[in-house]
C-alpha cells in the first residue's frame, strides 16, 4: 500500500467512526428532545455556535492568506478551505433552531415583549421574521464567499494561472471585511440577544477572534496527523510548526485583549444593565468555568507557547491546540448557559450529547471534502519557490 492509499484508508476509518458517532447522537437528540424540549433547544444553541466557528474561522484564514502570502498557508490553506465548505452542513443544522426561538429569545416570547419597554423599543430589529431574513442573508454570503475561494483556488491549483491568484487578492479583502461585519451581527442575533437588556460593541469582534482561534487549533490538530502521509511528510518542517505555534500565541493574545478590553469597558461604566451579563457569569458556580477559562484559554497555553522547543515539536503543539478545542467548547457554554440559569450553574446530559454530535456530523463532512482535494496547493507561487530552491541546493540535481 502506497502512502496515498495509506492515507486515504485513514481518513475512510475516521469517517465512519464521526458517522456512527453522529447518527447515534441523533438519536440521543432526538430522544433528549422528546423528555424535555426546552433543554434540547438550549444545548443545541451551543453546541451549533461552536462548531459554526470552526468553519467560519477557517475561511478568515484563506482570505489572510491570500491578502498576505507567506509559506504558512501553503501548508495549511486546503484544510482552512475544506473547513469552510462545511458551512453548508451548519446552514442546514440551523433548521431546528427556526422551530425553537420562543424557547432561547426573549423578544420572541409575545408576552414578555408586551411587558418590556425595552423590548418593544428593540422590536424592529429584535422579531422572528427579520432575525430569520438576516440569518438567511448570513449563510447565503458565507457559503458564496467559500465556495468562490474553493472554486478559484482549485482552478489555480489546476493552471497556475496568474489571472486567478489576482482574483483571489482582490476578493478576498472585502469578502473578509464582509465575514466580519455580518458576523458581529450574527454575533449578536444568536448569542447577545439570549439577554437583550444588555450589549457591549466589542462583542462581535470577541466571537470573530474566538472562531479564528478554534480554526488555528482544529488546522494545527489535522495538519499533525496529515503529515505522516505524502505529499506533506516530506514537505513540512518542525520550523514551520514553530511559525504555526506563533500565529497561535499570536491569536491567544488577540482573544485575551478583546476580552480584557470588554471586561474593563463594563466594570468602567459600571451600568446595571452591562454589568448584569458578567453577574449572572461569575455567580451561582459559574465563576469556577470563569476562572477555568481565564486559566485555560490564556494563561497555560501562553506560557507554553512561549517555548520554542515545544512549538518546534509538532506532537506537543498539537496537544496544546487540543486543549485549547476542549476549552473553547467550554467558553462558549458559559457565553451561552448563564442567560437561561443565572443563578445556578447547570449541566444536562444533552450539553455533552448535542455537541459530540454535531462535531460526529461535522467531522463527517469535512473529511468527505478534504479527500477530494490536493492538501498541497502545487501552482502556488510559494510553494514553487520553496521547490525551486531545493532543486538548486546542494546534492539536488
Not at 8 to 23: N, S
Not at 165 to 191: C, E, K, N, Q
Not at 329 to 354: C, E, G, N
Request: charged share 10%.
Amino acid at each position: 500500500m502506497n502512502q496515498t492509499e495509506a492515507l486515504t484508508t485513514f481518513i475512510d476509518r475516521i469517517q465512519r467512526r464521526a458517522l456512527m458517532v453522529g447518527g447515534a447522537g441523533v438519536v440521543l437528540c432526538i430522544l433528549g428532545a422528546l423528555l424535555n424540549l426546552q433543554q434540547f433547544f438550549q444545548s443545541y444553541l451551543f453546541a451549533w455556535l461552536y462548531w459554526l466557528g470552526l468553519g467560519l474561522g477557517g475561511f478568515a484564514w484563506v482570505m489572510v492568506h491570500h491578502l498576505s502570502g507567506g509559506r504558512w498557508g501553503v501548508i495549511t490553506r486546503r484544510v482552512h478551505e475544506v473547513s469552510a465548505l462545511v458551512t453548508v452542513l451548519m446552514a442546514l443544522l440551523f433548521i431546528p433552531l427556526c422551530f425553537g426561538l420562543a424557547h432561547l429569545y426573549p423578544w420572541a416570547r409575545p408576552a414578555e415583549v408586551a411587558a418590556d419597554p425595552l423590548l418593544q423599543h428593540k422590536q424592529p430589529y429584535l422579531n422572528v421574521p427579520f432575525f430569520l431574513i438576516r440569518a438567511m442573508i448570513f449563510f447565503v454570503l458565507w457559503i458564496g464567499i467559500a465556495f468562490l475561494l474553493d472554486r478559484w483556488s482549485r482552478n489555480w491549483n489546476r493552471t497556475g494561472s496568474l489571472a486567478v491568484g489576482h482574483r483571489l487578492r482582490l476578493f478576498s479583502g472585502p469578502a473578509l471585511v464582509a465575514y466580519a461585519f455580518t458576523m458581529s451581527f450574527a454575533a449578536v442575533d444568536w448569542i447577545m440577544s439570549l439577554e437583550p437588556h444588555w450589549f457591549s460593541t466589542v462583542f462581535g469582534m470577541l466571537i470573530v477572534s474566538q472562531q479564528v482561534l478554534i480554526a488555528w487549533c482544529l488546522m494545527i490538530v489535522a495538519l499533525t496527523q496529515l503529515t505522516k502521509w505524502e505529499p506533506l511528510a516530506n514537505f513540512v518542517t518542525n520550523k514551520d510548526f514553530n511559525d504555526l505555534g506563533n500565529f497561535l500565541m499570536a491569536v491567544v493574545l488577540f482573544w485575551a485583549y478583546l476580552a480584557f478590553v470588554q471586561f474593563l469597558i463594563m466594570w468602567a461604566g459600571n451600568l446595571p444593565d452591562e454589568v448584569l451579563w458578567y453577574i449572572h457569569r461569575v455567580n451561582g458556580g459559574w465563576q469556577w468555568l470563569a476562572i477555568f477559562i481565564l486559566i485555560g484559554h490564556f494563561v497555560i497555553p501562553f506560557a507554553l507557547l512561549l517555548s520554542a522547543r515545544l512549538k518546534r515539536r509538532r506532537e506537543w503543539l498539537s496537544r496544546v491546540a487540543l486543549w485549547l478545542l476542549v476549552v473553547d467548547l467550554v467558553y462558549v457554554y458559559w457565553l451561552v448557559m448563564p442567560a437561561f440559569y443565572p443563578s445556578h450553574f447547570h449541566l444536562h446530559w444533552l450539553d455533552i450529547v448535542t455537541p459530540i454530535t454535531i462535531g460526529g456530523l461535522w467531522f463527517t463532512v469535512f473529511l468527505w471534502w478534504l479527500k477530494r482535494r490536493a492538501l498541497l496547493p502545487v501552482n502556488d507561487a510559494a510553494l514553487n519557490q520553496q521547490v525551486s530552491s531545493l532543486q538548486e541546493a546542494p546534492g539536488h540535481g
